[in-house]
């Protein structure tokens, strides 16, 4: 009898089972604006191209299994940009809400947008408001939009909601970023960003504690199907540890002689 052993990422042989699809996928979308430079197009048309590519994912992430899909579209720190680039964006979110809801509503998806509410026009918070209530049961997947969002300006305001005087839990944390609007559980099993940067710039710092990081130098605006292919199967090859020690691994009987225990944490 022959024990096989391999480890993640030893390739196709790997007698570990395959890891469940993330319960909850976020994601960076960067690149919109480089996507439109190097073609010698303005800022905007990328963002536009960039909603394309939010339609396609939202499509591949619930066909495949995700539970809760959050997006970075627009960040605290973005209000830096050029006020043209902000009212662009401002303006493609409002016509993404008011005409993906019914889409939404069509495979049962529930669109929820996180981050602040009061520096945004009233047109759009109404569609938000709009969008939300019109996509309240779907039960296939959680849309969350990160729009004026920011981590520290989440937890910030989660605090805030926090009883005095009696010391958190970590859970307690967690939930209280849901009831603020601004996250909340469950925690992020994979987050991804696109646009060749390896920074987190802000998002979902404490629902990201053990996240999975994949990064992709594809511009947001090319992502597809086959990208988010790639970084689940990637994530279904990782082992997550969480500060403990590698799980038993599996056993394969891969010749006749009965099983035989290997040490747990043989050199
Ligand atoms: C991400 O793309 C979208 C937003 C931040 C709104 P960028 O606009 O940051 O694109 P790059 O990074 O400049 O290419
Ligand atoms: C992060 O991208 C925010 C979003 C994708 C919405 P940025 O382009 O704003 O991040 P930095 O400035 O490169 O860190
Ligand atoms: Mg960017």
Not at 67 to 76: C, I, R, Y
Request: aromatic fraction near 6%; glycine fraction near 10%.
């Amino acid at each position: 009898m022959r024990i096989e052993r391999t480890r993640p990422g030893d390739g196709a042989k790997r007698p570990y089972p395959s890891v469940a699809p993330p319960r909850h996928l976020a994601v960076i979308m960067d690149g919109n604006g480089r996507w439109a430079t190097r073609r010698g197009l303005p800022r905007a048309v990328g963002h536009r191209e960039g909603a394309k590519a939010v339609r396609r994912i939202v499509e591949s992430a619930r066909r495949r299994g995700i539970g809760t899909l959050t997006l970075f579209a627009f960040s605290a720190d973005n209000w830096k940009r050029p006020e043209a680039e902000v009212a662009a964006l401002m303006n493609l979110f409002e016509r993404y809400l008011a005409g993906e809801a019914r889409r939404c509503v069509a495979n049962g998806i529930r669109l929820r947008v996180i981050g602040r509410r009061d520096r945004l026009g009233p047109a759009l918070v109404a569609a938000i408001t709009a969008a939300e209530a019109l996509t309240a049961d779907g039960e296939a997947m959680e849309l969350r939009i990160a729009v004026d969002y920011s981590g520290r300006d989440a937890i910030l305001t989660a605090v805030a909601l926090l009883p005095c005087g009696i010391p958190p839990t970590r859970q307690d944390l967690l939930a209280a970023l849901g009831r603020a609007g601004c996250g909340g559980p469950p925690e992020v099993d994979l987050l991804l960003r696109t646009g060749g940067e390896h920074r987190i710039s802000d998002f979902l710092l404490w629902e990201s504690a053990y996240a999975e990081v994949w990064f992709s130098d594809r511009l947001w605006p090319d992502v597809a199907d086959p990208d988010l292919a790639e970084a689940l199967d990637w994530f279904s090859r990782r082992e997550r540890r969480f500060g403990g020690l590698p799980p038993t691994p599996a056993v394969s009987l891969v010749a006749s002689g009965g099983p035989r225990e290997e040490p747990v944490h043989a050199a």
